[in-house]
């Protein structure tokens, strides 16, 4: 570009175009599909993954919801559902342009979605002062429910303290005495191994050594050695999506799956994982709400009418979606779809009880998170190489997220 | 001409008063966005420095606007200066160790100052870590005053861009802005003339950082919020990007630029999940048919315009304002 | 040095060399056409991330691990030849950053191809079967699939150095990288050459990606992932030599791996840092040449 002079007259054109094409630009955005306003539709914010690292469990969790809201003909409090989905691509900021979009402009009725912990804390303080009931479907951080909960704000999937603490005294009684800890290196990994660490080490039971790759890491190389050398009986482990897939196939190219039993928490050897692990993810313990194979009439149900309607294997995050879409559904029903009033419509969804497949399903009235019972699960070979998670048994009573 | 910036002006300062809240929130976005690009502008446009850790200056306002917000207080005379004074030191830090090389070296090593600020940043108990910092709270005046409310944060935001915009300018349009660019088209030359380029260079690099700084302080007031993506070199690549659509070297150019791909990536993602292929898309059209960004193209249908209507006045050859020759 | 430690440290040391070789394979390429045609391929971890999947795909369809190893740098190096004619040409004598821009929006591009084609989840490229599992070795259990990474890259390194050092082809890359100009000159057909180079660069990543398939997987987001740890190869080693890219695989790789095991909280930070130190002291790189003006 040649030099400019900056003449009087240019600065003046540059602030023009400027200023003009700044204004015009968000009002252009402002055009961005919006439902139609006012009227009967009950309209639903959902922000989910739908491109990069999460795309996967986005993607689950909207056909969760899809498949609920289908099997009661898209109604809800006799007003038909409207789905306005945004992709937060995984990034607070964007999340948070997004979710002002739908709470500001398509003026939506609920909010729903999130997968990862950080853009929900992202979020949080503008669903609050928005008054904005949400319905959080996936991001399990536990100060959510605790130091930051807010009464708009749900939660229908779990926190991390909820699927890890149950494999504490479990792992001390049916596994070993020992064990070292492998978690990815970022709050819900350090969450995890917390939880896990905090009621193994009351059951009696000692940690050997504690590992936390960089998060996220693809070569897992220079732990495994280590895990290795410490020979503990078992490890305890916390990895998602790509890393765990990784760390999975890495452990058993180590030859360490031979000495050394893999427990953790559920998203390490879950239904969206498992075919990638393979047999490498064979006879691993886990902990979570939900199992494929779990006995009872609504997941046999969940299960087959997904399978039917998508041709794929359902998993804890469809579940999760599934879960969710009920609620709405139970709440608006129960306050015959009117909106308007908030405090009704917020002592509906506290009081919504149903049985979910993953069992009973049920609000702590106090944080808002779901109280549900925690399952323990081995990963079986259910023939012909497809991997499942068996239940083992479940915890006594229904796990509550203490809250504090 | 008068009349257009006046009427671009006066459409900027009413905005809040139309009935498009949710698009408010999008010009507040960009503006802040357009403060950064503008100043990664001043490195890149008018000294040649092509930086790939700009994002590192930006973050580090936001994080320290969030940390003196929350653990010190909101007043805006707290905050602000603290992002800009403390993006400015690392600036200056960073820039005296970067400006030692040049070309894809400088990119590279820019790159890594501002990974291992953003390593920092991922575990650091005191930036809230890979959860990022939530509650940062929107600054005061003092006197019950503050920016709380959207429409007034705009008026703030709308204020301290402009008066950025209208620093930058005067620099540039400075002698000092006139040696930078010297040294952009021939730093060898301006050396021989008995510049000290290597102080030249830090002024720029310290200038630039401190605005990136003040755009990232607003931005985690905006949101209540900063996480360490902020840091990362997708942030540093998605600003270059801005500076380089909107035309390199104009300023104006970066914000603009800056609004475009930000209502783009906006905009499209709403309609289509195959959002990053058409943006990838319009990135290359830009290369291969805009190489002077957007305001290359305002220029042209600038002079298109200017020759028409000349060419409809007279054949005779005369001088315009600027002192070009038109017909 | 006790046995145990001694064993660790051979293992760690084996471990870096297997990473080492796979990042060599991906910066041999990238440098091969930043020194040759001055471009940075900003696409390149999107190249590497194709040669996976396309990897899988084959595996998948014919059961034949081998048969994908050779015929997906074939076919990637292809789709980079195409790209090449069609894109990368227009930035020879662009700016660097036309180039950034161009090169971005082509990863982006090629991202979210591959997305389409197969999707969002995690899938696996599995290794040939008598290459799973692991063997004893110096004290530890050191998985079979990574001693054939280590051999195979090898064995391409040499190759590479031979045809680099002993060959026409290899000469007129040489020159070509010291002065375009020149070679130009003495009546080769440059723009042949270009292509040729990117195509090669382009089929070097695939290969490394179909390699690296049963140890990290394919997945959306890899690419990027890959992409900035093989600039920081680049350009510690040294952009455009065969040796930079080597040595500077070699010890990135191996600082990468011994640093994860010795300091992993400081993992992320000591690597850029690593960087940084290198060019505030030979800012070219390790084996680079002087940086133009």
Known sequence: MASVQLTRRDFLKAMAIGAGALTVGPLLQACAPAAPSGGTPLKIGVVLPYSKVYAQLGDSITKGMQLYFDSVNNMAGGRPITLIKEDEENDPQVALTKTRKLIEQDKVDLFTGVVATPVVYALRDLLDSTKTISLISNAGGNDLTRKRKSPYIFRTSFTSWQVASPLGPWVYQNVAKSVMIVAADYGFGHESADAFKETFTKAGGTIVGELYPP???????????????????????????????????????????????????????????????????????????????????????????????????????????????????????????????????????????????????????????????????????????????????KTDQPVVDPGA | MRGVVVLALILLVVFPFLPFSYALAVLTDVLIFGLFAMSLDLLLGYTGLVSFGHAAFFGIGAYVAGIVGIHVGPQIYLTLPAALASAALAALVIGYFSIRTTGVYFLMLTLAFSQMVYAAAFKAPFTGASNGLAGIPRPTLGGGFGFADSTAFYYLVLALVLLSYWIMARLVAAPFGKSLRGIKENESRMRAVGYNVQRYKLAAFVIAGAFAGLAGALRAQFNFFVAPDTLYWTTSGIVLVMVIIGGAGTLVGAALGAGLVQVLQNLISSYTERWPLLLGAIFILFVLYAPKGMMGMVDQLNNKALHVSTLARSNVPTRDDDGRLGG | MTSDTLSFVAIQFLNGLAYSLLLFLLAAGLSLIFGMMDVVNLAHGSFFLIGTYVGLTIVRVTGNFWLALIVTPLLVGALGLLVERSLIRTLYDRSPLDQVLLTFGLAFILMDLAKWVWGADVLALPAPDFLTGSVLLLGGQFPRYRLFVIVAGLALAAALYYLNEHTSFGAVIRAGVADREMVSGLGINIARVFSMVFAVGIGLAALSGVVAGPIYSAFPGLDFQVLITTLIVVVVGGMGTYKGSFFGSLLIGEVQTFGQALFPDLALFLIFALMAAILLIKPAGLFGREAMD
Do not use: C
């Open chain 1, 215 to 393: 998060f996220p890491s693809t070569d897992f190389g220079a732990f495994l050695p280590k895990i290795a050398a410490a020979k503990p009986p078992a490890i305890y482990s916390f990895f998602s999506g790509s890393d765990a897939v990784n760390f999975i196939k890495q452990f058993a190219d180590y030859g360490l799956g031979k000495d050394i039993q893999i427990t953790g928490s559920g998203f390490l050897v879950e239904q969206d994982v498992l075919p990638a692990e393979g047999m490498a993810a064979n006879g691993a313990y886990s902990t979570l709400h939900w199992a494929l194979t779990l006995d009872n009439a609504e997941n046999k149900k969940f299960v087959a009418d997904y399978k039917t309607k998508f041709n794929a294997t359902a998993d804890v995050f469809a579940l999760q979606g599934y879960d969710t879409a009920r609620v709405i559904v139970e709440a608006l029903n129960a306050v015959k779809g009117d909106t308007s009033n908030k405090d009704n419509l917020l002592q509906a969804i506290r009081a919504v009880k149903f049985n979910s497949p993953r069992g009973p399903f049920v609000f702590d009235q106090t944080t808002q998170n779901v109280n549900q019972y925690i399952y323990y699960r081995q990963v079986r070979d259910a023939g012909g190489g497809q991997l499942q998670n068996a239940v083992l048994g």
